[in-house]
């Protein structure tokens, strides 16, 4: 099973690069960016490999995927590090 970690880098599906990832909650996924910080939720995962996220989309639709609950915003927005992860099982978000 493929795994997702804090410090990985994020390309949109283009290869351009988004950010990377900066925390991993129960529903979402944080990706830091140069003027924003943004949660994403599992679907929009195309392929974990080698350090490297590829979402499903081009960097101007991350917002499709913005979690329900934690959106696009700051930092302070994700879970708490007790309720937070470094590591998640793709297919464990959300669950």
Avoid: W
Avoid at 13 to 31: K, L, M, P
Avoid at 84 to 90: L, N, R
Wanted: hydrophobic fraction near 35%.
């Amino acid at each position: 099973m493929k795994r997702l970690q804090t410090g990985y880098r994020v390309e949109d599906i283009r290869g351009r690069t988004v950010g990377n990832v900066s925390a991993i909650g129960e529903c979402c996924f944080q990706v830091a960016r140069p003027m924003e910080t943004i949660s994403l939720v599992q679907e929009s995962i195309f392929d974990v490999q080698d350090r490297l996220v590829t979402l499903v989309c081009d960097d101007g639709q991350c917002l499709r995927y913005a979690c329900p609950i934690h959106g696009s915003s700051s930092a302070d927005a994700m879970p708490s590090h007790s309720s937070a992860s470094e590591t998640a099982d793709i297919g464990q978000l959300g669950r």
